[in-house]
């Protein structure tokens, strides 16, 4: 640890809360186990139980820790009000925020293959939010494509121009596309400050489904002001806009439970915490000193580039001296949930990857502060947990058929001249099962709780009690539900990047709903496998099949279940009886949110239009915005840009490949004479068609 | 039609007996070429005007004049390519990964 770091005023208070909190999930976790070793009939002797125990005591850590974080979070709350953590920046710094002046920050918002409309949708909310704060100046705002089909970035690039206008923002407003998009959203980031982070004090991460309010975005860089050693600020973004059954329900889990784990996850972190990628502010020249990220040259999955790259970020960002906080106190930082468990799922291949990277940091990389090599394990086993589930029960039924199958050993010790007799204790069992349930369940009932008894005032933002616990009772039986599907669909996913699967780099589906057909296909496997369990652990022993169950029962259910709870039908239904309401479906979210949902958004083109790249060439506007947009390119690129042109000119752009094509617009003198072409070009010229058939989808509706 | 001349796309003039022929297959009808070009400069010049201003001016009796919409069209096309502020003045930096802590960069703290 380097001096710096070793006067950290926050260190006695870590370390004292840190230690305590270890000491405690240890303590539970040794009961645990002592409990499980009195279950298994030979006491942990034979190598199948060992096994078993391997497997269990990450595994009940694991929910141990989950557990205590609430209740560290609970108590934090209690003990000051809800206010957060008297250690927080807010805490220390509210009084004097108001006199704080603004220092120049970019927003930056890396973009890859979003849904358009939704994400200038946010950004517009977004800027006038900050612009309503008076404070408007001190920002510039940046969309980051790295979007390579020409349908989406010109689109991109109408909706940025569209927002331009509206909002009066030419020249502080800019839209860059990355024409070789290097090391995913990383690379992108990275080659904004090359370019323009000198400029900037700070930048602010915003994702394509963010949305925060001008107060929250003012208020993180003052905070950055009255504390020079922030290196990094990360709000705790909350769901909004839900409207899928799925999506709904993750945004109730997120409003409800969610100020339990943050703040228990603060106070245990304090200066320490990690950036989650997205709605923080960041010192651009810290950053920009430590935080690059080099392609990994291990071997397999730690080879590449690093997938899950804001952990690490804040690792180094800490590791030169600064500090990282999670700021709960900070009102106004919004994302969106996936609107279904598929989605969910796609998303978490990705992330899996990318966690499992870490273990690269965490051991090899050096001056890593402790707190964040605990930070990764963290991560790492979030996801390394189900194949150990996984395993547990692997081990269990083969216990079991062992039993069934008369295979009984009197001696499993092989040293020992003493038989070792088989011993059940359902007793035994019934209480480690309830210790778990309750380990389980406990950050919950504390969260439903504290809202009912200590918090009412955020109670109206959840509808009535009744639906409150309705809603309540529906979301603990469905992640009963999909807990075992979640368990398997990871399982694949870390054996898939332990051999080194690629990942696809993909936007995210943020709006539709699941088939049946796609459902089916992809829970098959889960199916499939559910069935054979069952249908062993039926034969080997009734008692058995009685436990299997509950897994059993989700895996066979979980193509019906991704599909209801995908329907936006589902989702509006309960929403108008009341079910899963929150705070911002209740119109008692932040003004940001009202303002997103009331921004009109025209369509960029007539819905009979032809693609982006055809219409570009041809609107009289837009050929004109493309050719001042135009590269100037020189020497053999402007050749073949030219080149280019001339085919396009004289074949249309039916036989050309779109990427291809899209290289014209490149070449301002090209679009414009294509341009001038088309429209003056006689009705059997492939242009001319071209723009009778444009005039004519126009008129039709 | 005074606008019918060879600067239009028709192979010919059409007569009204042309218009509706009795064949074989029965009646067909042939729309006139001439009115179609006469009616494509305007659509073309119409439509053009509407997506570089939202806001078409019509006046169908003098816009079927194909000389008219062609050098009202002609003139649009020359309007020329605007100047756009994009992005700010590039200022080179570099993203770097430093083992060592280096000096905290810390601002003067700002007063009231």
Redesign the interface.
Known sequence: MNTKIAHDPFLRTALIRRWMFMLLIMTQTAFGVWGMIWVLPYHGSPAIEQAILATFIPLYAFVAAGSWMALFGFYIRRRYGGRGDANSLLARFGDQLPSVELATTAVALPIYHEDVERVFRGLQATIESVLATGQGSAFEFFVLSDSRDPEVWLEERAAWLRLCEVLDLHGRLHYRRRRVNLKAKTGNVSDFLRRWGKKFKYFIVLDADSVMSGQAIVTLVRLMECEPKAGMIQTVPKLFNARSAFARMQQFVTHLYGPLFSEGLAALQLNEAVFWGHNAIIRTEAFMAHCGLRSMRGLGLWRGTVLSHDFVEASFIRRAGYEVWLETGIEGSYEESPPSLDDELIRDKRWSKGNLQHLRFLGFERGIATAHRMAFLNGIFAYLASPVWFLFLLFSTIEVAQFAAGDINYFPDAHSLYPNWPQWHPQWAIILVTSTLVTLFLPKLLALFELLIFDRKRLPGFGSTGRLLQGFLLENMFSILLAPIRMLAHSAYVVQAVINVSVAWAGQNRSSEIGWGQAFIRHAPGMILALTWSGIALSLDANFFYWTIPISLSLLLAAPITVWLSRFTLGDYWRDQGIWSTPPEQGLGCPVLVQFSAIDMPALKPTNAPGWLEWTLLHPNQARIAAALAAHRTGAAKQASTDLGARILSEGLDLIPRRQAARVLDDADAVMRIHQHAWQAPPDDVWGRTIDTLTRSICVR | MSDITPET?SDRIQSPDDIVQITAAGLTCQYPNAICDQL?WL??RV??Q???TGCPTIDLEADLSIERN?AD??E??A??????????V?????????????D????P??S?
Request: glycine share 4%; net charge positive.
């Open positions: 796309y494509r659509q073309r439509f053009y509407f997506m570089q062609q069209l002609t649009r096309l309007v020329p390519v605007p100047v756009l502020r994009t992005m700010p590039i200022v080179r930096g570099s993203v770097r990964h430093r083992h060592k802590a280096g905290l960069v810390i601002p703290m700002v009231e």
